[in-house]
């Protein structure tokens, strides 16, 4: 009797013990998950955001996008000029254009300073759009093959918006350090324009 009730404990501590693990291993895939991404909205809703912006103080991480004109850029191309990267969904959302028109009338007040507005639409989209709209002091870039949205922490993870990048803002220096980041809460709402301005002075 004595060694099964020694079984039946032994027993009853491995079953608390996997017990114990598993629920470690939960909360530490909890937190893992909560380190990897954020979460902004769309009308109101959660949606998931793949990573996080680069640190401010911190140089751009390596990055490739492609131009109207189906020219692949990267860090390289930006050296030694100050670049904000107007990044959001679609080109053909009304919050992103009015965003790339707002920026194209700051573009001229920033010295030595290059506005990207960048999305994952095909080059041929942005390119259409600020023709039409007679938009010449922005930059249009596509992230449509490349790691952009994955370096900079802001793919869409879910909702119909998925596959798509996020309403954000990032600013660097001429040697590619980062002097801020904005990630737009609420995806319907403009970025901040005068905190861009302001981190350019």
């Known amino acids: 009797m004595a060694s099964k009730k020694k079984i039946t404990k032994n027993k ?38 793949s990573g996080k912006l680069p ?10 996008l492609t131009t109207s004109a189906l020219q692949d850029i990267s860090n390289k191309d930006i050296a030694g000029k100050r670049v904000v990267f107007n990044i959001f969904p679609s080109i053909d959302t009304p919050t992103c254009a009015t965003s790339t028109r707002r920026f194209n009338e700051i573009a001229p007040s920033l010295r030595n300073t290059e506005v990207f507005c960048v999305s994952a639409d095909l080059p041929f989209a942005q390119g259409r759009f600020c023709g039409n709209e007679g938009l010449g002091n922005v930059k249009t ?23 798509v990048l996020a309403r954000a ?27 861009v301005i302001n981190s350019l002075r």
């Open 141 to 163: 870039a596509s992230s449509f093959r490349s790691n952009f949205g994955a370096a900079f922490g802001v793919n869409l993870a879910n909702s119909v918006l998925k596959g």
């Open 12 to 49: 009853k501590k491995k079953s608390v013990k996997k017990a114990v693990k598993k629920s470690g291993k939960k909360k530490s895939a909890k937190k893992a998950g909560k380190k990897s991404g954020t979460t902004v909205t769309l009308g109101g809703n959660p949606v998931s955001v």
């Open 169 to 195: 803002i990032v600013v660097a220096d001429e040697k590619g350090k980062v002097l801020h980041t904005e990630l737009v809460s609420e995806i319907a709402n403009e970025p901040n324009y005068d905190a």
């Open 55 to 64: 640190a401010t103080g911190k140089a751009l991480p390596k990055f490739s």
